[in-house]
């Protein structure tokens, strides 16, 4: 890492053992965790998913008659279990930044600019999603920027994105969605200071010094892949379903043995 001391809210919000304890208390259900967690977190869980494929993934369970244990953050979880209808017990974690997204405020600037789009990433509270036009990943909504008729739009994920998508966009105008009240000094605060820390120097020195290394177990490795590599397994046989097909899958019998292992 190019520093160690880069944490995750989801991550901090979701000690293993904790989680741990929960999953044991619903040993029916299968445990479904998003990328950001420990190692030790993803040795607990069956699948380990991303926003992106988190759907798909919990819509195939779902098919299977599977309950779910989501974690760490309830926001995306609430989202994935409407979507799809899933029965998920949602353990009760948030996005530092998704998390202070206010409706109001974000309804109030959708009528300052009627015209605009609003993006919002899963992550965030139930009243912003109501809101939005498309709801996404990241690379989803960077992907909306481009292939969207629209001229402007107003995003509610981290502030980091907007610079990606005003390049890729530069004659498009794009808003950071609010995150305070009509008193507050900071009216659009979406910025994780951790990702932050990860900075190019931090870069160079990895690359360089072979700094920042992660350590763990060979155990706690194996576990921990165990889950990943069903979400990629999973990943792999819907890529070559959709490349054969040209359209979204909609068969999930394709998907019957994986994760089997």
């Known amino acids: 890492m190019p520093d160690l001391e880069a944490e995750c809210s989801l991550d901090l919000g979701c000690p293993a053992d904790e989680f741990s304890a929960f999953c044991d208390a619903h ?32 819509r195939h369970l779902h098919a ?30 948030s996005c530092l930044v998704h998390n202070e997204f206010k409706a109001t405020e974000l309804l109030q600037l959708k009528q300052e600019h009627p015209e605009a789009k609003v993006l919002v990433h899963p992550e965030s509270p139930d009243s912003v999603v109501a809101l939005a036009d498309v709801v996404g990943s990241t690379s989803k909504l960077l992907q909306s920027t481009y292939e969207m008729d629209a001229d402007t739009f107003i995003v509610a994920t981290d502030l980091g994105i907007l610079h990606e998508m005003q390049k890729r966009s530069p004659n498009k105008r794009f808003l ?45 490795a194996v576990a921990a892949k165990k889950p990943l590599q069903r979400m990629l397994d999973f990943a792999e046989v819907q890529k070559q379903r959709v490349a054969a097909s040209g359209d979204i899958v909609k068969d999930r019998t394709l998907f019957a043995n994986v994760g089997a292992a």
């Open 64 to 93: 299977q008659g599977e309950p779910i244990i989501w974690g760490p953050d309830r926001h995306l979880g609430k989202y994935i279990a409407r979507e799809t209808g899933a029965d998920m017990l949602l353990w009760q974690g």
């Open 176 to 220: 950071a969605a609010p995150t305070a009240g009509e008193s507050a000094s900071c009216k659009s605060c979406a910025f994780c200071p951790w990702m932050a820390m990860n900075g190019l120097k931090g870069i160079e020195q990895c690359l360089t010094n072979q700094s920042g290394e992660v350590l763990m177990t060979p155990e706690l």
């Open 27 to 58: 040993p029916e259900r299968t445990v479904v965790v998003y990328a950001n967690t420990s190692a030790a977190v993803k040795a607990r869980a069956d699948w380990v998913v991303t926003s992106s494929v988190g759907i798909d993934i919990v």
